[in-house]
């Protein structure tokens, strides 16, 4: 009798652009038994050789993506769930907040871009490029669910009660079409900058910004109370203090 026994090696692709592909062939070196050596022997004391095997080529026909991709779109394609969380909610003016997204599902994370503001937020949020994380145990392979992490910083740049809205969209090869994920506002305190009080306005009377009417300022007496003088010149060398030399 011959034994046989047979082992699969999965593998995910995921395509780039549309159009007719071929994949393949496949090629794999193992090494197997050989049955014209070492007839009548036990299994284990037969000698074995290696072997070149080769797959068959598939034809894939990929299709392109509809057109009416919205904004918010970052390459994602599978099915996907989204969660959001803020490292602080009561900052000043000028303050980083950092988001962290976790998005999880099935489908291309490596390919995937970190969410956007839902609403252009010019003169009111300072954005910061994503950091994206994502390692191959928590990647999905097309069949399992993974996950992936994107931090981003955020500075708010007038006063506002909340964070925006993040979006994230992604294709559902299932439906045909875009779904559009969205974070809840964070609501959020901000100061009017890190003191509590803005800047005193320095004032100036109108004959002040004359020419040749400017006031002399106070001339500010020096105090040496840290740093002492350091001398700059050539040393001058003196005899040892108890007379004698060393």
């Known amino acids: 009798d011959v034994y046989y026994s047979s082992a699969v090696i999965p ?6 652009k549309p159009g007719e592909h071929r994949l393949g062939p496949a090629e794999i070196g193992v090494r197997a038994v050989d049955p014209e050596l070492g007839y009548g022997l036990p ?4 000698s074995t050789t290696l072997r070149e095997m080769v797959t068959n080529t598939v034809s894939v026909k990929v299709k ?3 057109d009416n991709a919205p904004a918010s779109f970052t390459g994602g394609v599978g099915v996907f769930e989204m969660a ?7 900052v000043a003016v000028g303050d980083p907040i950092s988001m962290e997204f976790f998005v999880s599902g099935i489908g291309n994370l490596r390919t995937m871009g970190a969410p956007e503001f839902g609403i252009p937020q010019t003169d009111i949020w300072k954005s910061y490029e994503a950091n994206k994380e994502l390692d191959d ?3 999905s392979d097309g069949f399992n669910k993974g996950q992936v992490k994107f931090s981003r910083v955020i500075i708010p740049e007038a006063k506002v009660d909340a964070i ?6 992604y294709f559902d090869p299932a439906k045909a079409e875009y779904v559009t994920l969205r974070t809840d506002p964070i609501p959020i305190t901000v ?5 509590g009080d803005s800047p005193a306005a320095i004032q100036f009377s109108p004959d002040e910004t004359k020419p040749g009417n400017s006031s002399t300022a106070n001339k500010p007496t020096p105090v040496f109370q840290d740093i002492l003088h350091i001398r700059s010149g050539p040393p001058r060398w003196v005899a040892n203090a108890g007379g004698s030399q060393p």
């Open 11 to 16: 593998s995910t692709l995921f395509a780039l």
């Open 191 to 195: 100061t009017h900058d890190r003191d």
């Open 137 to 139: 145990e928590t990647d």
């Open 84 to 90: 959001a969380a803020a490292s602080t909610t009561t």
């Open 43 to 46: 299994l284990r004391f037969r």
């Open 64 to 66: 392109p993506l509809p």
């Open 164 to 169: 925006p809205s993040f979006l994230l969209t």
